[in-house]
């Protein structure tokens, strides 16, 4: 009985380690309300690195949660131009080839804009960016996303997102993230339709200076 009742002791103590191994450790929730109803979750602002051992990093704004996790660590990385990486034996803890960072939300949200840091070559800690990243299973050059609010040119919708460096591309880090709660509200076009839409206006102006050369 005194060996089982240390043995049960012993299951106890392993679970409940467990389960605070595996615990998701809160992050830094630094955030935009944008005037248009969206938010941006900025990842760079911390004073000191923020480890997600177990089951990731999470950041919240009021009921929605977004939860970071990768195959390795992820960290919310310091000093300046940071954000959030993968520590793992790829490339310290930056976001590099052979990672995959994992967002997921508690709700149905549509991603619109995204920026990164971090130059090839260097720590990764530049305002800067280049290199590739695949984004949702599609390729992204970092260097035309390498300020807060960039826009995607095709808007993601979902809970969960993934973001994995490219073969000997990027090598920095996920800046910030911005997003609607569900879909767009209807008054806003997506980038995707105001490149349609300018097309459109083009092509009738063109039609219309056709016509009048014609008469």
């Known amino acids: 009985m005194k060996h089982l009742k240390q043995l049960c002791l012993t299951a106890c103590f392993l679970v409940f380690s467990s389960f605070s191994f595996a615990a998701v450790i809160p992050g830094q929730s630094d955030y935009i309300e944008n005037e248009d109803g969206s938010v941006t979750f900025i990842f760079d602002l911390v004073s000191a690195d923020i480890e997600g051992e177990g089951m990731g990093l999470s950041f919240s704004y009021f009921g929605l949660e977004l939860i970071a996790t990768s195959q390795a660590i992820v960290i919310q990385d310091f000093p300046a131009n940071g954000g959030l990486g993968v520590d793992s034996n790829s490339d310290g803890d930056n976001l590099a080839s052979g990672d995959v960072l994992i967002l997921s939300f508690n709700e149905f949200v549509t991603i619109t804009a995204m920026s990164f840091n971090g130059l090839m070559g260097q720590d990764g800690h530049q305002e800067m960016a280049d290199g590739l990243v695949l984004v949702g299973g599609n390729i992204l050059d970092t260097a035309d996303y390498s300020m807060v609010g960039s826009a995607l040119d095709m808007p993601m919708a979902g809970t969960a997102f993934t973001i994995a460096g490219a073969t000997n591309q990027f090598t920095g880090y996920l800046e910030s993230v911005t997003l609607f709660i569900g879909e ?29 050369r014609g008469r």
């Open 184 to 212: 767009p509200p209807q008054g806003i076009p997506e980038p995707g339709t105001l490149l349609l839409f300018a097309g459109a206006i083009f092509g009738l102006f063109g039609i219309r200076r056709f016509h009048q």
